[in-house]
């Protein structure tokens, strides 16, 4: 029997937009889909988190049973997976080496830890460099801000990059929470910022490059991830 492709999805530790009354940390169907296109597909799939952990859950994605999206709804009667989400390794223990794909969803908690993450940043360009597959949907693209592509450049320089809009967030009204806008900051590293309609699935690759626009887009990066984990087999 094959030995499965192991994907790593890094999640947010962080909890509050500023605000603490205000909560935030990961977008759950940006976690639940591409986890279950990824386990669908036979892979073995792993959660990592920047503090390590029980992962916060951004409580504006999450609706009372039976009315969140199919994959929400799978998680939260999956023992295993919660079980992972409750307790997630932390980033700087992490060997990715031993992994084919990193993944990094959103929600606005990634907007605070991922990009001030130096743990991380030396995981993806340590992955980027061994040739594996670096994706991120929505708000998730903020972790590759720092990263490194090998060569002292960042490693969004000259690439097509999808994330969450500047017209998507003021539309969300939360341009004035955000450390930065997310847009703006990969625009300014050089990146080939490309987007589709506002709130509309938009998935973009770049060789070992995977990103998204916005949580409908969740679906369309897993598949290109799983893609790209395929052809370099």
Sequence with gaps: MSTPIKILMILTS????????????VWFEELSTPYYAFVDAGAQVDLASIAGGKVPVDPHSMAIDGKNPASVERFLSDSHAMKKL?????????????????????????????P???????LLSKAWVGGKVVSAVC???????????????????????????NSEEDAVGLSQSVPFMLETRLRELGAN???????????VRD????TGQNP??????????????????
């Design 86 to 114: 409750e307790s997630s390794v932390k980033v700087d223990q992490v060997d990715v080496n031993s992994y084919s794909a990193v993944f990094l969803p959103g929600g606005h908690g990634t907007m605070w830890d991922l």
């Design 116 to 122: 001030t993450s130096t743990h991380l940043a030396e």
């Design 14 to 25: 962080h909890a509050t937009m500023g605000d603490p009354s205000h909560a935030t940390g």
């Design 216 to 233: 409908d887009s969740s679906e369309a990066v897993a598949k290109l991830v799983l893609e790209a984990v395929n052809e370099a087999l």
């Design 193 to 203: 910022y490309v987007s589709g309609p506002d709130f509309q699935a938009f998935a």
């Design 139 to 165: 708000h998730g693209p903020a972790g590759l801000v720092n990263v490194d592509d090998g060569y002292g450049k960042p490693v969004v320089a000259g690439r097509r990059v999808a994330a969450f809009s």
């Design 207 to 210: 060789g070992n490059l995977v």
